[in-house]
Each structure stands twice: as structure tokens, then as C-alpha cells.
């Protein structure tokens, strides 16, 4: 069984700081995804990663995948207010077997 | 714009009642699903279903069923066997795996309160 663990949970961080967030999962994919959602809101498809190596970044956020360690990071830079939301991390099989699991999700406050 | 429908946003169930949930995808995606969500918690799947007349249990199909009678639709019903039906819906839908893959499309989303 596929599992998805996020660490830290809860994320205060103030504006300014660098921070990351750690995704780990117990099978073996090569395919991992993170989505920001907003409270009461659907997910917002942040990054989708799909080889052992791949680094993607999308203004103050970078993500990257090592598949070897089944580890993904997501990491801040310099963190403004409006990222604070939740963000979680997924996982799908190889092909034939494409279905999302999720980790908990962390949720990030920026402080001013 | 192609994209998924998700509907009703706000549903009210009362107790023992079946409800279904509408979610309708223009995208040309063989693949959907249906996930989960309570609050503070990730997204658990419920089914999916990957062409049209096929579908599989997720996670946590007991207390729901679902129909694939058309590629466009895939809805949800909450049968009065969920005990606990009150969360957050979310509908999704991919496309065939080796065609450009770049992952799910979400919908915006139902919730669902037992009242």
C-alpha cells in the first residue's frame, strides 16, 4: 500500500524567511505532485514531476524529486504573505494505474 | 474553456437520504475520479474510473456508488449506508497515460453537509 507522509503539518513562518517542506512516500514512483489549496477552495496544481533529478521552480517556489530517496521537497524562498495555504504533496503509479495518493498536508501562515 | 463542472457547490442531506453529485468534464479525459476530503485531512479516493461503462473502488467506496455511462460523467451518489458523509468533494479526470502526461485536472469542489 501506498503511503504519503508531509512533514512539518503546520508551517509559521514570517515574511522574508526560506523554508521546506518534505514529502516522502513508501513505494516506488516517479511521479510526484504538490498542489496549493486555499481554505473552502479546490487544488491549485503547483508542480508535476516526473523523473528521478527533476527540479522545477515557479517564483518563490521550487520543487524537487529524488525517486532513489523517495523524496520530494518543496522549498520557499523568501516567503511573502500570499503563500500561506496548504500544500500537499501526491503520488500516482506508473502508468496503468494512475491514482492520486495524498499526504496530510502542510499548512503555511506567513506572518508579516 | 475546458474544464471540469463539479455540481452542486453546497449540498444539505438529511438523515437517510441518497444524494447524488454531479461532476462533467469537457477535457476529452478517459480517466476521473473522486476524492474526499475532511477537514484538515487529505484527500482520500472514493472510485475511479478509467473509460467509459468501467469504473473501480477507491479507498473508500463503501456507503457510495457511481455510473460511467458517458465520457463526459461521472457522478457520485452518497447513499444513506454512509454514516458520515459530511465532507468536501472533489472531482478529477486525466488523460491516457503516454499521451503528454501532465497529471490531473480537479473540479471546484461540493460540500456536502448531513443536516
Known amino acids: 500500500e501506498l503511503k504519503v507522509e508531509q512533514n512539518p503539518l503546520f508551517l509559521s513562518m514570517q515574511e522574508g524567511k526560506n523554508y521546506t517542506i518534505y514529502c516522502n512516500y513508501s513505494t516506488t514512483s516517479d511521479r510526484l505532485y504538490w498542489y496549493r489549496q486555499d481554505p473552502g477552495k479546490s487544488l491549485e496544481s503547483l508542480f508535476v514531476?516526473?523523473?528521478?533529478?527533476a527540479v522545477k521552480q515557479e517564483g518563490r517556489l521550487m520543487a524537487s524529486l529524488d525517486t532513489k530517496a523517495r523524496l520530494s521537497t518543496l522549498h520557499i524562498t523568501a516567503a511573502v504573505h500570499d503563500l500561506s495555504a496548504t500544500y500537499f504533496c501526491a503520488v500516482d503509479m506508473n502508468f496503468g494505474n494512475e491514482k492520486l495518493t495524498f499526504g496530510t498536508g502542510t499548512r503555511l501562515t506567513i506572518i508579516p | 474553456d475546458g474544464g471540469i463542472t463539479q455540481s452542486p457547490k453546497y449540498l444539505f442531506r438529511k438523515e437517510g437520504q441518497n444524494v447524488t453529485l454531479s461532476c462533467e468534464q469537457n477535457?476529452?479525459?478517459?480517466?476521473m475520479y473522486w476524492y474526499r476530503q475532511d477537514p484538515g485531512q487529505g484527500l482520500r479516493l472514493i472510485y475511479y474510473?478509467?473509460?467509459?461503462?468501467?469504473?473501480q473502488k477507491g479507498d473508500i467506496a463503501e456507503g457510495y456508488s457511481v455510473s460511467r455511462e458517458k465520457k463526459e460523467s461521472f457522478p457520485l451518489t452518497v447513499t444513506s449506508a454512509q454514516k458520515n458523509p459530511t465532507a468536501f468533494y472533489l472531482c478529477?479526470?486525466?488523460?491516457?497515460?503516454?499521451?503528454?502526461?501532465?497529471?490531473?485536472?480537479f473540479g471546484s469542489g461540493t460540500r456536502l453537509t448531513v443536516v
Open positions: 514531476l516526473l523523473s528521478n533529478g
Open positions: 478529477a479526470s486525466s488523460i491516457p497515460p503516454g499521451q503528454g502526461w501532465d497529471g490531473y485536472t
Open positions: 477535457l476529452n479525459h478517459d480517466a
Open positions: 474510473s478509467q473509460i467509459v461503462n468501467d469504473f
